[in-house]
């Protein structure tokens, strides 16, 4: 196969980012990009203008109103299941799997109740409410920059009373006592929005948001303090190789239309060493597990070992018990 034979660039990762070796399509980490509709893989952008350690005021939050904006017009078909939003409504088994594959190894037995869960990026709320629902959940918080897709989730979750905990009604989805709680924000404000200074979760979320950040190092930053000790940063994203090129740009947008165009842009996606690398930097946070998966038509959503060398991935970091 043509495609196999292809050597991958060498790369500079953004602020922060340094893999062990480097081995992969290059990545501005410094400046914000555009996402790009084309199927050709784009060139390597320029090289890193930021230091190490330095700051910007680009990074002064992770949102980038171009993704909102893409975001924004899905928001009345997110809880279609045969609409754009259909892959991550066929994912979410997999993500719950994943996360109960890290928490076994913090808790034995795994607990029947009192987990709080974090879901950053949470969009309509697909893993939110399912999140919800589980037996050993205590709260599940949402958030997301987009009052459009939070919108959706909050009306979304209404129709089920059982979210709400005693006493409370389905109106009253948005308090700070409710089992599920939206609120629109970014990770850097979200400390304003709770009561609560210290609190922290046993497992904080990802999904499909990383590869979405112009500048992850920051962001991944922020989320940190809100794992307690001996909980979980758990994120799904995908790997920057040509084969994920190839599959989630001209495959799924291009030729099947099963992502809507201009969802993804390749240079903006993680691969799993260099998340790796970057944890094994930080005190306190040495454990990590990954999972490879891939997506079969009719079939769905599928484990793939070693996938997260070349596609889409899980991936878990455990904090320390005592940091």
């Known amino acids: 196969m043509v495609m196999s034979r292809l050597r991958t660039p060498q790369i500079r990762l953004r602020q922060s980012f340094q893999p062990h070796p480097p081995a992969h399509p290059r990545r501005n980490y ?8 084309s199927s050709s893989p784009p060139p390597p952008p320029a090289a890193n203008n930021h230091p190490p350690g330095s700051s910007s005021p680009s990074h002064s939050s992770s949102v980038d109103p171009t993704e909102i904006s893409h975001f924004n017009a899905l928001a009345s078909t997110w809880w279609d299941p045969h609409g754009p939003s259909r892959l991550l409504h066929q994912m979410n088994p997999l993500r719950h799997q994943f996360i109960q594959s890290c928490l076994s190894n913090t808790y034995d037995p795994f607990p029947h109740r009192g987990l709080r ?52 009604g389905p109106q009253d989805l948005q308090g700070p006592q409710q089992k599920l709680t939206y609120i629109q924000t970014s990770i850097e404000d979200f400390p304003q929005h709770r009561p609560q200074s210290a609190e922290q979760f046993d497992a904080v979320t990802l999904f499909e948001v990383i590869e979405h950040v112009t500048h992850p190092a920051p962001f991944l930053e922020a989320c940190l303090p809100l794992v307690r000790p001996g909980g979980w940063l758990v994120l799904s994203t995908i790997a920057r190789t040509w084969t994920s090129w190839l599959t989630t740009k001209v495959v799924a947008e291009d030729v099947l239309g099963i992502v809507p165009r201009g969802t993804h842009d390749w240079r903006k996606y993680v691969n799993e060493e260099e998340l790796r690398g970057w944890f094994g930097k930080r005190v306190g946070w040495g454990r990590t597990r990954a999972m490879g998966v891939a997506y079969v038509p009719a079939l769905g959503w599928r484990e793939l070992p070693r996938g997260e060398r070349w596609g889409n991935y899980f991936f878990g970091v455990r904090r320390d018990d005592r940091v």
Do not use: K, M, N, Q
Not at 30 to 37: D, E, L, Q, R, V
């Open 30 to 37: 410094a400046a914000p990009t555009t996402p790009s509709s």
């Open 117 to 168: 869960y974090l879901d950053v990026g949470c969009g309509g709320g697909i893993f939110s409410e399912s999140a919800a629902r589980l037996p050993h959940t205590e709260a599940v918080v949402g958030i997301d920059p987009s009052a459009a897709v939070v919108a959706v989730a909050r009306r979304h979750a209404r129709r089920d009373p059982s979210l709400c905990l005693p006493g409370l």
